[in-house]
């Protein structure tokens, strides 16, 4: 049986339509696809994706079916954390083009019918920023050093830094200065790389300036902003020490209460909501905020996705969490019931460019050492994707991940490139397997990605049989299961707005999670062995291949209309 969804017109689908209409903004039910710029699309030859090369393949993500981009960083850089060191918030770094051709890119996407996203990364800048710079240059206690974090060190002749804080990709969180004769000066924090100095928002210029920034975009025409490490920002006064502070480099996730996750953030999310909320009133179209919340609990995170704050943020507790019927009931119940609450709606998600491909996750593989069992990997992710879009929210997408890739484990030493991995002297792989640019064709060259004898990071050879034209051709591929599910989404309104009803409890002794969205039926198996399908139920549409009259087979998931 193929997995190829009905075609929407038929009566069937038509019987899914809820009862009333509804007109929510577009961001609570939108799929977004993520674009890591410079893996991408290479259309300058250069070995590095760019914006050209998003506006090429634009019309790709519009027949793929989403709703809506996210760009990654695309300012002005030296690239120490490949854009995430911002050294001028309204420009555009020329690897990546000019600001002419991302207002091209915004135009098409929205003659296209998508809307734009863009990160903003307002916890730190590069230290090449004017404002650092004029920071370095000036004296302690000085306005220029107010606008960042500058500390006298502790001990003897301040050799020590001002407190135990550990940075996210290793080592202390400071960094020292040299004065201009030569001798020790101050230290500053960074809470990633020592290139990443973190603003001090207790300044209100700072807020004033993301304000401007925030202004410049949205009158280019950007339907919203993806905040990087929005739990971040504000520290505690008189950053003292932590006892969990060693967890931040250890873990890689935000423990210390000193540095993340402060109260005073909350007044910066009203008021970029309070800005965003304006631009809609003046001329009806809606923006949003999503932000990136390190943090796991959801309850934690729909503080931030309160009515006047952001509009989203991603449930990460969900990406985190194994293969497993009882896990993944509980991870969805928390986190639509918190959030919910709110009165907002979850994101979901499944990969980004932070964290190894969902396929190696579920396969039992790992960076930096084995692909683990990769068909079953192929299989359980297929199936996570149905559940997810079957979901009540927003769901985004990261590159790649229509075409079943998974990590790239083996990457040799001397082609990575994440600082995680040099500043932690090799203890933490990085994050360069789920960023290695995209294969478009299969028996090509670089897969079609540049024209450049190598892209940026290497490709592997088995990128060939994930091509996204050799996927185009087959009549059964990971690519043809997502233009299906999104089809779907899109033509089902019960996909998008039907309440979600638990069919079964979670501890059944076959291990299948069970919902329904009106008269949609997910069910995804999640054992090891065949159970029977639903009975006086159509199938829709089921993510494995291998299907067999009255079974549904294991790691699999399938929609059905009852």
Not at 289 to 306: K, S, T
Request: proline share 9%; hydrophobic share 40%; aromatic share 10%.
């Amino acid at each position: 049986m193929s997995t190829t969804a009905p075609a929407p017109a038929t009566p069937e689908l038509a019987g899914l339509a809820p009862s009333a209409p509804r007109d929510d903004p577009w961001w609570r039910t939108a799929v977004v696809y993520q674009i890591y710029i410079r893996s991408f699309r290479d259309s300058t030859g250069t070995g590095i994706g760019d914006l050209g090369g998003v506006l090429e393949r634009l019309p790709y993500l519009r027949r793929l079916g989403v709703d809506a981009i996210w760009l990654s960083p695309f300012y002005p850089s030296p690239q120490h954390d490949h854009g995430y060191d911002v050294a001028d918030y309204e420009g555009v770094d020329p690897r990546f083009g000019d600001l002419d051709l991302m207002r091209q890119v915004i135009d098409h996407a929205h003659a296209l019918g998508l809307r734009v996203v863009i990160d903003i990364v307002p916890n730190h800048c590069s230290t090449d920023h004017p404002w650092f710079r004029a920071a370095l240059a000036a004296a302690p206690e000085s306005p220029e050093r107010a606008l960042f974090h500058f500390a006298d060190g502790r001990g003897p002749d301040g050799a020590e830094p001002p407190n135990n804080w550990r940075s996210i990709f290793g080592g202390s969180s400071w960094a020292r200065t040299t004065t201009a004769d030569g001798t020790p000066g101050q230290y500053y924090l960074h809470s990633f790389a020592p290139e990443q100095a973190d603003f001090n928002w207790a300044d209100p210029r700072v807020g004033d300036y993301f304000e401007s920034i925030l202004r410049f975009w949205l009158d280019l025409g950007v339907d919203g902003f993806r905040i990087d490490v929005a739990h971040g920002l504000h520290k505690q006064p008189g950053l003292p020490d932590d006892p969990q502070a060693a967890l931040d480099e250890t873990t890689g996730d935000p423990v210390n209460s000193a540095a993340w996750n402060r109260p005073e953030v909350h007044d910066v999310w009203r008021r970029w909501r309070a800005l965003t909320d304006a631009y809609e009133e003046r001329d009806g179209r809606a923006r949003v905020l999503v932000g990136e919340i390190g943090v796991l609990d959801p309850r934690q995170v729909a503080l931030y996705q309160r009515p006047d704050e952001l509009h989203q943020s991603f449930l990460f507790e969900f990406l985190r969490t194994d293969w497993d019927a009882t896990a993944f009931h509980d991870v969805i119940r928390r986190g639509v019931n918190a959030v919910t609450a709110s009165g907002s709606a979850v994101s979901w998600v499944l990969n980004n460019h932070d964290m190894p491909r969902v396929v190696t996750r579920y396969a039992g593989g790992e960076p930096g050492g084995g692909p683990g069992d990769v068909a079953l990997g192929e299989r359980r992710a297929r199936a996570a994707l149905l559940m997810m879009l079957a979901l009540p929210g927003s769901v985004y997408l990261y590159q790649g991940e229509e075409l079943g890739l998974a990590e790239v484990v083996d990457l040799p030493v001397s082609a990575l490139q994440d600082p995680m991995y040099h500043r932690s002297d090799g203890a933490r792989r990085g994050r360069d397997g789920c960023r290695v640019p995209l294969p478009w064709q299969a028996d090509t060259p670089s897969y079609g990605f540049t024209s450049a004898s190598a892209a940026w990071l290497p490709q592997p050879r088995w990128f060939s049989a994930y091509g996204a034209d050799e996927q185009q051709r087959r009549g059964e591929s990971t690519l043809h299961l997502y233009r299906a599910a999104l089809a779907l989404r899109s033509a089902v309104p019960d996909l998008r707005h039907g309440e979600l009803v638990w069919h079964r409890p979670p501890d059944s002794p076959d291990g299948v999670v069970s919902f329904r969205r009106g008269r949609l039926l997910c069910t995804v198996n999640c054992g090891p062995a065949p159970v029977p399908a639903p009975e006086t139920a159509a199938l829709l549409l089921s993510s494995a291949e291998d299907l067999e009259e009255g079974k549904q087979p294991p790691h699999s998931a399938a929609w059905w209309l009852v």
